[in-house]
């Protein structure tokens, strides 16, 4: 308990410690809210005191909810979605989900067709290059209900608030670290207590690790994690810069660039990454990797998440699991730390959603009540609500180490990473680019900086036409 109480302790300082920036500027669908004062919409109207949606009409609200995720995530929401309607009997709340590969264009497509779920998953680095397309999700700033005010306000600022309301609700709060399985790395020296572990340390112990079995690699990647945190990672840390400028210019230096995709490109060499020959099989579900599954890859980098991901956490013949969370390689004499903290993923009512109210009440049962909470468990990592932290670190609810990580996290953070830097073209470009690096299809690391210089511009130029 006193454990609990320090993590809490030190949660709450570190928020403080991160402050918070100015809201970005977007446009989004205004939806009246029902619990904003002096603010009645048509069917609040049509209702007396302390009537639920659909009482007075004496009809079913139905609403469509879609997301992503492992069968872990979706079993979760269902019993979320369950408690739910058993305490609410005129909302149904019908589910869409998926892997997710299979969500994003799905997502797109339906939302610009106007066919969108009414409560709907959104990854933060969707977020900008949506909000620039239109007005498609409804404006929560108004539902009090939702605890929006008691959420972490670096979380709300940055990545939810705009400057015409309030329209994303976070699931948790993700920070930057890596999954390590403690046990099999000791053998080759390994000490999960020394927290200053840098590139250069991981690349010594791959080494040790790949010589002792040539079927073993110390990390279990794909290219769009080698993208993000690997060669990203590595550039935010060597130059302090955003990859790309607001005004879509490249914000770092050719040589630069070609020194962080070298760290991709010795760690595919020397061993440390699995021959993307056998690891391309597992494009964007990487822990399915027979060779992680077995113990023959023992680190993942990645967000906080990872660490709660049951997917990713490895049970052994008794159940526990084999892996804990530990911290992100730093650069000795960084320009700054390369920790990204940011939602674990964004909830957003539709624009279009007929009963906004109903909707907003669901999202305030599952992001903003203790029971919500506790069947949600570290489905989305940890809380976005101080208080809802305290309560799941009470009932033994999250996952220290990924409690731990967040705290750290929010103590040395980086920068915000802007629109141009998260923009979904240019990681799909950055996932294409370490595909070549793996396949050894640049003669040099220039070279592949090159191209992706000339492509950022080519998708920087196309989006100024569109």
């Known amino acids: 308990m006193r454990k609990h109480k320090r993590l809490i302790a030190a949660f709450m300082a570190a928020g403080m410690l991160a402050g918070s920036l100015a809201g970005c500027s977007g446009s989004g669908k205004t939806a009246e809210p029902t619990t904003a004062a002096g603010a009645e919409n048509t069917t609040a109207a049509a209702q007396t005191e302390g009537e639920k949606p659909g009482e007075a009409s004496g009809e079913t609200v139905t609403l469509r909810m879609s997301w992503w995720g492992g069968d872990s ?79 972490d306000a670096y979380i709300i600022d940055n990545f939810c608030k705009f400057d015409n ?69 590595y550039l ?84 526990n699991y084999t892996t804990s969370g530990y911290v992100l390689p730093q650069m000795e004499n960084s320009k700054e730390s390369g920790i990204e903290v940011r939602p674990t993923t964004l909830f957003a009512v539709n624009g279009k959603c007929e009963n906004p109210e109903a909707a907003a009440k669901f999202l305030s049962f599952m992001f903003n009540s203790e029971e919500g909470a506790e069947l949600l468990k570290d489905t989305y990592s940890v809380p976005a ?13 999250l996952d220290e180490s990924a409690m731990e990580n967040v705290v750290y996290s929010l103590e040395n953070s980086g920068n915000v990473v802007n629109a141009w830097s998260n923009n979904s073209e240019v990681e799909a470009m950055m996932t294409e680019i370490m595909q070549k690096i793996a396949y050894k299809q640049y003669g040099s690391m220039e070279e592949a900086a090159d191209e992706v210089i000339s492509r950022i511009d080519q998708i920087v130029a196309s989006s100024a036409q569109s």
């Open 236 to 319: 935010r840390q060597l130059t302090g810069k955003q990859f790309i400028n607001d005004d879509g210019t490249v914000g770092v230096t050719r040589e630069e660039l070609a020194e962080a995709l070298g760290l991709v490109n010795t760690l595919f060499e020397k061993g440390i990454f699995q021959p993307i020959e056998e690891a391309g099989i597992y494009e964007n579900s990487m822990t399915q990797n027979p060779t992680w599954l077995n113990r023959q890859m023992f680190m993942i980098l990645g967000r906080t998440s990872v660490m709660t991901d049951a997917s990713a956490r490895r049970a052994d013949e008794s159940g």
């Open 385 to 397: 609500r101080e208080s809802l932290r305290a309560f799941c670190e009470e009932k033994a609810l």
């Open 73 to 151: 995530r979706h079993e979760r929401i269902l019993a979320v979605i369950d408690a739910f309607q058993k305490a609410n009997p005129d909302i149904v709340i019908e589910p869409e989900y998926s892997a997710f590969a299979d969500y994003r264009d799905k997502f797109t497509m339906q939302l610009t067709s106007g066919a969108a779920a009414d409560i709907m998953a959104v990854d933060q680095p969707w977020v900008s290059s949506i909000m620039a397309q239109g007005d498609f999700f409804a404006d929560l700033s108004g539902y009090a209900d939702l605890g929006l005010d008691d959420m």
């Open 165 to 233: 309301g309030t329209f994303f609700v976070p699931a948790g709060v993700n920070g930057m670290g890596s999954l390590v399985d403690t046990e099999k790395l000791a053998e080759y020296g390994f000490d999960p207590a020394d927290k200053t572990f840098t590139w250069d340390d991981l690349i010594a112990l791959g080494e040790k690790v790949h010589a002792a079995d040539s079927s073993q690699y110390l990390c279990c990647v794909d290219s769009k994690q080698a993208a993000l945190y690997y060669a990203r990672v």
